[in-house]
């Protein structure tokens, strides 16, 4: 595969380290994007595995460990990411949290990562896209589970987070910040059979 030489621009990627993030990570340095890495600390290994993987694509890569559902943490991964690579292009947020509900304290926990996170994420990646005044995109990234619905996750929300955002903080008369959802079709079976590679490769 040809690899584009100069930087397409900067994305930073939550939820990097294992499955649909580190896929989504992977492919956009192939197309050509330096790329913010972000996951917990405890994911410190798999992570800086991507790492390795995005240089050897020959694009940059920064990680910036912190907490989604934490609002300093995700501000401080945004500013820390732009000091090191440059101005934001593209945030994508692909972290979830997987478990059932049977417990007040794994619906707090689900929906603290999947709903807050997200709408942390697009919030600090929308006003730095509006305050370099150039446009960018913010994806919502999840798995089919995100649209069914059949099991307990909170990604549903993703899309109705990026438009109050966006109507939110956006200069009028200024397209600064488009919001996408993706919701891919991704079998628990291809994940685990295959390995996590099948990821990049659907996309």
Known sequence: MLLPVSSLGVAIVTGAARGIGRGIALRLAKDGYDIGLNDLPTAAEPLDDVRKEIIALGRRPFIAFGDVSVPVDVEKTVSTVVENLGPLNVLTDA???????????????????????????????????????????????????GKQGNVPYADKIRIQIIDLIYCQERPAQQDTARPNLLCGVLPRSQVSSRGETSVEARL
């Open 95 to 145: 972290l979830t949290h997987i478990t059932h509900v049977d417990e007040v304290s794994d619906f707090q926990k689900q929906f603290s990562i999947n709903t807050i996170g997200a709408f942390l994420s697009y919030k600090y990646a929308a006003l730095q896209m509006i305050k370099q005044g150039k446009g960018g995109r913010i994806i919502g990234a999840c798995s089919i589970a």
